[in-house]
């Protein structure tokens, strides 16, 4: 992947036992580009974001840089935007993409693999570059990735001909007793098939749960999500979200988003909703230092999200947030 052109699913192929260095590249958020770009430089191909892309790859074609490669893997799995702003936010949730599916296919291959390790974890000046935090110590949608990714406890799920295997990875050096909750549901939040099943989660392994056929047969699969969330002691301790087609696929409507900002004695609580699955929902606000608990997420419909978010600020203001997303209709607001 990146310097071999193949597709994200080679992650999880030829896994070695330890994967000490691979990496995706994105744009860094539009606060640190506009640090070093006027706005006439605001475009992938100019002059200045060639000089500020340091990998050039002439072996693919005469002039190829990562700004190239970017944009070809782009194509592959989402509709490439016209205007630089969203080349930019789409460029992260591509990375984060294929971050996520690397260490999900790592971690999924214990204990012949035991160690993940991507390159690279930030910048030394502001550039376009592997990095998942940028110079200004900004994350990329990437970072909030890979730190749900890596957490002690997570699910994933592997779709091989038509049957999911649902594997739970631990690095807990105790068993878990949990509940596995699936649901096939469209991307209005009806649920089409809904199961429960107790598992004992393995100390320090990767174990499969489960197989899941899907109903491709039975259902538009460009419509159609997989939600697995795993409980122990009442408590969500992994979830994740299986796609049966990659997002430019996807058939996504104009969501109508609710949201509720409170105020915490150091942070500020904000809880979304939609009617619809929002994909790749990016969420700001009025300064772009301000830190959020998680972020670049699907905003799943009947399953609130809730966020902190730390600011320096004794007032933040809901006219403050902003949101951006994959669907249609979307209007910066």
Same mark, same amino acid.
């Given at each position: 992947v990146w310097f071999g052109q193949k597709a994200f699913t080679a992650y999880g192929e030829n896994v070695a036992r330890f994967v000490s260095e691979?990496?995706?590249?994105?744009f860094p958020t539009l606060a640190t580009i506009k640090s070093y770009a006027a706005?006439?430089?605001? !475009?992938?191909?100019s002059r200045l974001m060639r000089y500020r892309q340091r990998c050039k790859m002439s072996w693919l074609e005469q002039g190829f840089d990562g700004n190239d490669n970017i944009r070809r893997y782009m194509k592959q799995y989402f509709e490439v935007p016209d205007?630089?702003?969203s080349f930019v936010y789409v460029s992260q949730l591509l990375q984060a993409m294929a971050l996520k599916t690397a260490i999900e296919a790592h971690r999924t291959a214990m204990p012949h693999c035991m160690g993940s390790l991507y390159w690279q974890l930030n910048d030394c000046w502001p550039t376009i570059s592997w990095a998942t935090i940028d110079h200004f110590s900004r994350w990329k949608a990437a970072h909030y990735a890979v730190k749900n990714a890596f957490r002690p406890v997570i699910i994933t799920a592997t779709n091989h001909n038509g049957i999911i295997t649902i594997n739970a990875i631990s690095d807990k050096m105790h !068993?878990?007793?949990a509940v596995l909750?699936?649901?096939?549901m469209d991307f209005s939040g009806n649920i089409i098939e809904r199961k429960e099943i107790k598992a004992r989660i393995p100390a320090n392994a990767s174990s499969p749960i489960t197989k899941i056929q899907h109903l491709v047969e039975k259902h538009n699969c460009n419509q159609l999500l997989l939600y697995l969330e795993l409980?122990?002691?009442?408590?969500v301790i992994a979830d994740n979200i299986l796609y049966l087609k990659a997002p430019k696929n996807l058939k996504l409507s104009p969501p109508k988003i609710s949201y509720r900002l409170s105020k915490l004695a150091k942070a500020y609580k904000l809880t979304l909703k939609a009617n619809t699955?929002?994909?790749g929902l990016c969420v700001e606000a009025c300064d772009p230092d301000?830190?959020?608990?998680d972020n670049f997420f699907d905003l799943i419909p009947g399953k609130p999200r809730t966020l902190q978010i730390q600011t320096w600020q004794d007032h933040l203001d809901q006219q403050d947030i902003r949101f951006t997303y994959l669907n249609p209709d979307n209007k910066r607001k």
């Open positions: 691979y990496g995706f590249q994105a706005a006439e430089d605001m !475009d992938w191909n205007d630089f702003e !068993d878990i007793d909750t699936s649901e096939w409980r122990a002691d009442d408590s699955l929002v994909k301000f830190h959020f608990s």
